[in-house]
């Protein structure tokens, strides 16, 4: 017979996503609506990782009636890993077992989720852990292609950020490079980009080889910037996908961090802390004044604006559900899958709420969650690509283009030719 379950806690990790606190309103609702008590983490594994059960609160209907408008978390989040050492993890159940929690909802990104993962499977289901999953970057691999949370809410927020400085870009004849945050993937580059019409975006799966150097990157930024001139156009709007500077060789990413490369608990590269957006304009400026011309690029980086935004009608609508989903996944007791036992990550598929076994969003070969990463060979990329200003081998080969282009670069057509050729 499965034990009473008095406490369920709920925990936010990772990076702030817009839909947070509707998830906690949802699953604090059918939490105490179904007879027990729903108890906040504050911080997310960061106190629990150091045996401090201070960061409690026990939270009531009253308190988050009215918080799935809002953005942020009320239960604030952290990147703290516990799985970063063997004692670390330990702690971490140890002190959940000492609140009396032996259900909980966690709510993150990849990360996270890998957390959650390891408790459950070092506990063996004596914490049984139900994982709400969440980024912007929409990077996690959900069945049936469903966005993470977070994200359309921050493409929407993105998208109408762009608008207003593509009017600008207008307006004073220049060129923006925009990163778009997005750590491995250019989804949400993408989505802003297509969203927006922006001139040019650039993502990491464009380019197939494992590595690319700054000067590729370049090379196609600056291509867009000559072709776009030729049709009369001296402004434009880049969206240059943060997830690039994880390609680049560790040459140039030395380059510009200037010092040690950054990382995160979770041995990430921190591409917060590089300045990709800076150091793409400082190159695609020096190649024009090296052929005499003044370019004058504005630099931005776009997300920490997008992450705590109030969620669009599609977020709330969706992390209700998940919310909701999550406390009936582990108020479940007889029915239930052998593979979800001892807990899982809660999903929406065919509008049906699906629980999905933590080692099916595994990669096999490193263990850690799989990435969702963009498919350059689907329709939505494809159009997307189709309204770009981009160089293309074709620009080449024409030879009235070509020569257009050349003269825009203040070169031979020749010179221009062997400079901006592709090399497969």
């Not at 990790?13 to 059918?30: D, K, L, R, T």
């Not at 004073?172 to 975006?201: C, D, E, P, Q």
């Not at 020569?403 to 670069?409: G, K, R």
Request: some cysteine.
């Amino acid at each position: 017979m499965a034990n009473k379950i008095e406490r369920i806690g709920i925990l936010v990790g990772g990076g702030p996503a817009p839909g947070i606190n509707s998830v906690i309103s949802a699953a604090v609702i059918e939490v105490v609506n179904s007879g027990y008590e729903a108890v906040g983490i504050k911080n997310g594994y960061e106190f629990l990782v150091k045996g401090d059960t201070s960061q409690i609160v026990n939270l009531t209907i009253e308190d988050v009636s009215v918080i799935h408008t809002q953005g942020g978390s009320i239960l604030h989040t952290s990147r703290t890993n516990p799985t970063k050492r063997a004692e670390d993890l330990e702690t971490c159940i140890a002190t959940l077992k000492k609140l009396d929690i032996s259900h909980l909802i966690t709510i993150g990104g990849d990360d996270t989720s890998f957390g959650a993962s390891e408790i459950s499977r070092a506990t063996k289901g004596a914490i049984r852990v139900a994982h709400v999953p969440k980024t912007i970057d929409n990077d996690l691999p959900l069945p049936g292609d469903m966005p993470t949370f977070g994200y359309e809410t921050a493409r929407h927020v993105g998208a109408g950020i762009v608008m207003n400085i593509k009017e600008d870009s207008v307006t004073t004849n220049r060129w923006y490079f925009i990163v778009a945050m997005g750590r491995h993937a250019g989804h949400l580059a993408l989505g802003i980009g297509k969203a927006a019409a922006s001139t040019i975006t650039l993502i990491p799966e464009e380019f197939s080889q494992n590595t690319v150097s700054l000067s590729e990157v370049c090379d196609v930024l600056e291509g867009a910037i000559l072709k776009r001139r030729v049709a009369g156009r001296p402004d434009g709007v880049a969206i240059i996908a943060e997830g690039i500077a994880s390609k680049l060789k560790m040459s140039d990413l030395r380059n510009i961090a200037g010092v040690e490369i950054p990382r995160d608990e979770y041995g990430n590269i921190r591409l917060a802390d590089l300045p990709l957006a800076r150091v793409l304009r400082a190159e695609v400026e020096r190649r024009f004044k090296d052929r005499g011309e003044a370019m004058g690029i504005v630099d931005l980086t776009l997300g920490y604006e997008l992450r705590s935004a109030a969620p669009i009608p599609f977020d709330i609508d969706y992390t209700r559900t998940l919310g909701h989903g999550a406390v009936r996944f582990l108020l479940s007791n007889g029915d239930v899958d052998e593979r979800t036992k001892e807990g899982a990550m809660i999903c929406i598929v065919d509008s049906q709420l699906q629980a999905v076994p933590f080692d099916d969003l595994r990669d096999s070969e490193t263990g850690k969650t799989a990435i969702r990463m963009v498919d350059t060979e689907n329709l939505y990329y494809d159009v997307a690509r189709r309204y770009m200003i981009r160089l293309e081998q074709s620009d080449l080969d024409n030879p009235e283009m070509l020569e257009q282009l050349a003269n825009s670069a203040l070169m031979q057509p020749d010179a221009f030719k062997r400079r901006f050729t592709v090399k497969s």
